[in-house]
């Protein structure tokens, strides 16, 4: 194969692994096998929301009476917003912004004035954690804004990142079902998260954190900016909510449909299982020293780095940022 049809391949096999755990067809996978009955009220928030809304509209129909949408900027499908049925909003990521403080407030008002009968699904995917927030009244967005900055350049994984955003926030870390009460609640999940805990996706909506005070080791900055915020307590042992909470989409769905894909187009391909974290350099270091001895084919990894950002750092993300250095040592 010549360096165009490798590139070629490489293409179609991260879009196989991409279409696997695309929103729209995982969510209208499972809504086809597990079908809901009666009026829906759909919460989609997350990056893939918009998708994730679309497949359940594909399975549900009129099911689905009102809805709200909550997306990065310029991840909204125009179908969605021009549905009557739905409240679209975009907003920031991944630093929250005004924009993630107004959706908070629509999200709490869209469920409040929902009847106590209301049945809900919500479709929760990656980047929750930063396009929907309600604050403590200790807390500014300013000072929200600084804390992410600190959290995104410093080192720490995802894991780490959602302890502390559940902390100084209001409706994550199940922080969301005292508005819920006891209204019926089915959610679907794409997990980005090493282990795949609902309690990490999104920081954890619909999931009660009875560790609140529990916080990892954290930057200088970080804890700076947290010291002396009145962060109030909350009981979440209350809660009354009946949520159903199913992961419809992971990465070992991404991983196996990449293999799958290979082996199609000829290739032997073999899937790594450890899940790629740490420090991204050293990531890289390592893959290339297993690849340097690795047997000729596909190897198909996945997880996520940490990077620690210099002062005025350049555009890209940790997973470019793996694919350069990874260039540059076996180069």
Known sequence: MNRTEVREALKDIFEAAVS?????????????SHPMTGH?????????????????????GRQIIEGIVITKHGH???VLSDDPRLLCLETDHPVPGEASLSAGKALIKFISRSPRSAQFLFLISGGASSL??????????????????????????????????????????GGLLSCLGERETTALLISDVPGDDPAVIGSGLLVPDMER?????????????????????????????????????TLEVAKQAAARRAEQLGHSARI??????????N?????????????????????ETTINLPAEPGHGGR????????AVELG
Do not use: T
Not at 21 to 29: C, E, P, Q
Not at 283 to 303: N, T
């Open 283 to 303: 990531a890289a270091a390592s893959i290339a020293e297993r690849l340097r001895q690795a047997e000729p084919g596909v190897h198909i990894w996945g997880g």
């Open 40 to 60: 829906v009220h759909l919460v989609a928030v997350g990056k893939a929301a918009s998708s994730m809304c679309q497949g359940a509209l594909k399975a549900m």
């Open 213 to 249: 005070a529990s916080l990892p080791p954290l930057p200088p900055d970080v804890g700076k900016l947290l010291k002396g915020l009145d962060l109030g307590n909350r009981d979440m042992k209350s809660h009354q909510a009946r949520v159903s909470i199913n992961i419809v989409a």
């Open 132 to 173: 929907v927030e309600v604050l403590f009244p200790s807390l500014s967005l300013s000072g929200l804004r600084k804390i992410n900055d600190a959290l995104l350049s410093g080192g720490l994984s995802i894991i780490e990142m959602n302890r502390v955003r559940k902390v100084v926030s209001l409706i994550k870390g």
């Open 76 to 78: 909204l499908a125009r």
């Open 272 to 281: 790594h299982p450890e899940f790629l974290q740490g420090d991204v350099e």
């Open 319 to 326: 997973n470019q940022h793996l694919a350069l250095a990874l």
């Open 20 to 32: 696997a755990v695309s929103g729209s067809h995982a969510v209208y996978k499972y809504l086809s």
